[in-house]
């Protein structure tokens, strides 16, 4: 789809919404480690720990029928013992189902990318703004000048090279962000980089207006927050006036009347 039609990417953690993801005509589900803030009530990404991430993976998987679903390796899953790196990743593909690993980028993760390719486990690589890098980076855009920017290149040069199969450009200036899609087959997947990458992703959460907060580069697209909030506001009512259940909610059995 490189240079044809934009890519669609889309987080999501259990099998509903990734039904209703797939559903909607999003082309790949990133099952992104954003579960530890967007889901599980952490503040950062950090906590996520690989089971959590396997078992989402898994709900992921059953919950959908063709679309491509990427599981995001949690934090300290990988790049510090290879073999240690290509077990965690295998375990998504040959126990949960996943059809490819995204790997938070770095000089770190080139040859395990060539490693994992070898093994047919296909890497999405994720450059520029890595939240797992929190402590060191921040949150704020990065390759802000000509020394990251030429590192981020390389870097997407490297893992394209070392086999990548696509890569995650997030928070990086919009400039950056085309000239690294220019100078790469595989297709760059921007979040917060731009309209010129040949895909875009977004939090499930900040896309439906679920999120408590989303950072400025997301784009709320409704307001489930509210719904669920009328709709279970509307269930408390009505078991309180006494209008749920009704009559076709239950069912007597004629032979048990007068029991005593
Ligand atoms: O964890 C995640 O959801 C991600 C995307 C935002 C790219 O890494």
Known sequence: MAGEEPITMLTAYDAVT???????GVDVVLVGDSMGNAVLGHDDTLPVTLDEMASRVGA??????????VADMPFLS????????????????KEEGANAVKLESGPHTVDLTERLSDLGIPVMAHLGLTPQSVNRSGYTRQATDREEAAEILELARAHEDAGAFALVLE???????AQVTEALDIPTIGIGAG?????????FTDVVGLAESSPPFAEQFGDVRSEVTDAVADYVAAVRDGEFPAEEH???VDELDDLY
């Open 18 to 24: 990734a039904r209703l993801v797939e559903d909607s």
């Open 171 to 177: 928070h990086v200036p919009s400039n950056l962000a």
């Open 78 to 93: 990988f790049g510090a013992d290879e073999g240690e790196s290509v077990r965690n990743c295998g375990r998504m593909l």
């Open 60 to 69: 992921v998987a059953r919950g959908t029928d063709e679309v491509l679903v």
């Open 195 to 203: 309209g010129d990458c040949d895909g875009q992703v977004l939090v």
């Open 250 to 252: 239950g069912g007597t």
